[in-house]
T-cell receptor
């Protein structure tokens, strides 16, 4: 079946503009995660959603970052007033649930460049 | 917060050689995972470890969950050119149950 998809694959924006990144999880997966990967670094957790529970936002770096998940499926990560340090690859993952035995499947990522 | 130290940062080896990389943590994890990432793609799970002391194999890959629950290693035997990529360890546990904490990655280059 289809894996996790993300759009756009690349996004170039000017400093100060808002951007929206989209994630389509695997059908039936109740858990959805956002991570950020800066050049040459590991992945940094941002936020996750599990079913109808309140999301865990503990990894969001500032109040310029927000995310929502509509209808328990598609998620949008929004970055307001982008800064150059926001440049990174933003990866989305989904899993059946947040149980430790449920694998997180990653999408290909959105490469964000802030000029 | 939780941090993972992964080493080495990079490795250059000849085809056929064995490879070993490891991760250590400042705190305990309940699950250790090893992922591989190819250019332009998201990480793909290689091996998952759920119990302290557990040793698990997946083809030429072997990984162990350290008995202190603060470390893990990954071995790749008889490397081949398609093993090239970035390998990440990740730990899961603590108060934020769903999130993964990743190491910095090991860049593996295999010369034919």
């Amino acid at each position: 079946g289809a894996g996790v998809s993300q759009s756009p694959s690349n996004k170039v924006t000017e400093k100060g503009k808002d951007v929206e990144l989209r994630c389509d999880p695997i059908s039936g997966h109740t858990a959805l995660y956002w991570y950020r990967q800066s050049l040459g670094q590991g992945l940094e957790f941002l936020i996750y959603f599990q079913g109808n529970s309140a999301p865990d936002k503990s990894g969001l770096p500032s109040d310029r970052f927000s995310a929502e998940r509509t209808g328990g499926s598609v998620s949008t990560l929004t970055i307001q007033r982008t800064q150059q340090e926001d440049s990174a690859v933003y990866l989305c993952a989904s899993s059946l649930s947040i149980a430790s035995t449920d694998t997180q499947y990653f999408g290909p990522g959105t490469r964000l460049t802030v000029l | 917060g939780q941090q993972l130290n992964q080493s080495p940062q990079s490795m250059f080896i000849q085809e056929g050689e064995d490879v070993s990389m490891n991760c250590t943590s400042s705190s305990i994890f309940n699950t250790w995972l090893w992922y591989k990432q190819d250019p332009g793609e998201g990480p793909v799970l290689l091996i998952a470890l759920y119990k302290a002391g557990e040793l698990t194999s997946n083809g030429r890959l072997t990984a162990q969950f350290g008995t202190t629950r603060k470390d893990s290693f990954l071995n790749i035997s008889a490397s081949i050119p398609s093993d090239v990529g970035i390998y990440f360890c990740a730990g899961r546990g603590g108060t934020s149950y769903g999130k993964l904490t990743f190491g910095q990655g090991t860049i593996l280059t295999v010369h034919p």
